[in-house]
């Protein structure tokens, strides 16, 4: 549901608006922006903000499951 394998835009609309709140569609998107259009890393700013947003999520849900004894 990424976009890696086949276009988002095929998917329902309301779909779509969660697609693209997938880390791995922003990584995709950042990617293909770098190698594709030739832009620079800083030109991404809006993927890697939401894949930083992710890693923070990601990283206070495992602070609260895991317990280190």
């Known amino acids: 549901m990424s976009g890696t394998f086949f276009s988002i835009n ?9 697609c693209q709140a997938l880390p791995l569609t922003q990584f995709n998107n ?7 259009e030739g832009l620079h890393l800083f030109d991404c700013w809006k993927e890697i ?3 930083g947003i992710w890693i923070v ?4 849900i ?4 895991m317990k280190w004894e």
């Open 10 to 18: 095929v998917f329902p609309p309301w779909l779509q608006n969660l």
């Open 30 to 36: 950042a990617m293909r922006k770098i190698s594709f």
């Open 49 to 51: 903000g939401i894949l």
């Open 57 to 60: 999520i990601v990283y206070l």
């Open 62 to 65: 495992a602070m609260k499951v």
